[in-house]
């Protein structure tokens, strides 16, 4: 099973009723939950590549008597492992303070199983904070940059 084929059921999964899948094919085994609006996958004995989860959240100012929200979006880990800012140590981080992104522009590399596994931002705007360190580890969800 290919990575293309683990992002179709991904997105499969997310658009039904379903909660829960497991599937199996030889040596391989995918299992995938949906908590509530993103699958949460795993996978025994192939590493798994997914788009990163993209949550909103609302930052309000404590100054102002009313506040205005400013809606600010989320770029989280897709997987568990260790999260690197740059393709190498001797290499520009992939993005930083003040860059713009889109959908497919990858922000971070992910290494799980001894894997490097690029994390493309999955919505576009400008990279407000980024909030790992380079070589931290990371769980699933856990939010990675802030995008305005």
């Not at 299992?31 to 798994?48: D, F, G, R």
């Not at 190498?88 to 971070?108: E, I, L, Y």
């Amino acid at each position: 099973m290919n990575l293309d084929d683990i992002k179709k059921i991904m997105e499969a999964l997310q658009k039904s009723e379903l909660k829960k899948m497991i599937i199996k094919q030889d040596d391989f085994e995918l299992h995938l939950e949906k908590e509530s609006a993103s699958p949460v996958a795993t996978v025994l004995a192939e590493p798994q590549v997914a788009a990163p989860a993209v949550s909103s959240v609302t930052v309000k100012a404590d100054s102002e008597p009313k506040a205005i929200a400013e809606s600010h979006k989320s770029i989280d880990s897709p997987m568990v492992g260790t999260f690197y800012s740059s393709p190498a140590p001797d290499q520009p981080t992939f993005v930083k303070v003040g860059d713009k992104v889109s959908n497919d522009t990858v922000v971070c590399i992910i290494e799980a199983m001894k894997v490097m596994n690029e994390v493309k931002a999955g919505a576009s705007g400008t990279v407000t904070e980024v909030l790992i360190e380079n070589g931290q580890p990371v769980e699933f969800g856990t939010p990675l940059f802030r995008i305005v």
